[in-house]
Nanobody, 125 residues
Framework: QVQLVESGGGLVQAGGSLRLSCAASGRTFSGYAMGWFRQAPGKEREFVAAISWSGSSTGYADSVTGRFTISRDNAKNTVYLQMNTLKPEDTAVYYC??????????????????WGQGTQVTVSS
């Protein structure tokens, strides 16, 4: 089992920044790809960003490309999402996820095996 705990969410004005963190514990944090997803009220959960185990490969949703940056520190078992130039449409609950059986990232929700409880991000206009 892998336990994931997100932090860093909050209320920010449009144009501001937040940095989300996701700390993993439980099974050895090794060889896992990680991803961030979000779900806004009344909408389906959607892909935001993901990173390979080595950190050498990343992927982003078109809506956040150029504004968000995903990174990881395997020594700390932590993945980060730096969010800049935030917009009201970025308001959502943000979830981190582990792709436990692959070191390569994916955009597909079904490819992730463990999920955190989520952290709320609210961007005011």
């Amino acid at each position: 089992q892998v336990q994931l705990v997100e932090s860093g969410g909050g209320l920010v004005q449009a144009g501001g920044s937040l940095r989300l963190s996701c700390a993993a514990s439980g099974r050895t944090f090794s060889g896992y790809a990680m991803g961030w997803f979000r779900q806004a009220p009344g909408k389906e959960r959607e892909f935001v960003a993901a990173i390979s185990w080595s950190g050498s490969s990343t992927g982003y949703a078109d809506s956040v490309t150029g504004r968000f940056t995903i990174s990881r520190d395997n020594a700390k078992n932590t993945v980060y999402l730096q969010m800049n130039t935030l917009k009201p449409e970025d308001t959502a609950v943000y979830y981190c996820a582990v792709r436990a059986y692959s070191s390569s990232w994916s955009r597909a929700i079904r490819d992730y095996d463990y999920w955190g409880q989520g952290t709320q991000v609210t961007v005011s206009s």
